[in-house]
Nanobody
Framework: QVQLAESGGGLVQAGGSLRLSCTASGRTFSTYAMGWFRQVPGKEREFVAA???????????YYGDSVKGRFTISRDNAKNTMYLHMNGLKPEDTAVYFC????????????????????WGQGTQVTVSS
């Protein structure tokens, strides 16, 4: 069983930056595909970014179209932590951000699917004011 905990959310002005963190319990974090999703009330959870588990010494990152070029996902397996660096924030980025994990090597199409993840954090609110 893995537990995930997000932190780093808050209120920021448009154009500003935030860094979200997702810390995992357990010893096998490096084997997990990890993702960030976000949700606003009344809408489905939206894929934001994902990072594959380390394979051959590297990992692959994926981004939703609305955040490409502004957000960067990364992971530090020594700290059991994944990050989401958010730059150029816009009011439409306002949402609850969730981290998710699955102990598997997920391909580029699968890793973006919410239903493929087994573990979820409680979420952290990000509010971007105009």
């Amino acid at each position: 069983q893995v537990q995930l905990a997000e932190s780093g959310g808050g209120l920021v002005q448009a154009g500003g930056s935030l860094r979200l963190s997702c810390t995992a319990s357990g010893r096998t974090f490096s084997t997990y595909a990890m993702g960030w999703f976000r949700q606003v009330p009344g809408k489905e959870r939206e894929f934001v970014a994902a990072i594959s588990r380390i394979g051959g010494g590297t990992s692959i990152t994926y981004y939703g179209d609305s955040v490409k070029g502004r957000f960067t996902i990364s992971r530090d397996n020594a700290k059991n932590t994944m990050y989401l660096h958010m730059n150029g924030l816009k009011p439409e980025d306002t949402a609850v951000y969730f981290c998710a994990g699955k102990s598997a090597l997920l391909g580029p199409d699968i890793i973006k699917l919410m239903r493929k993840y087994d573990y979820w954090g409680q979420g952290t609110q990000v509010t971007v004011s105009s």
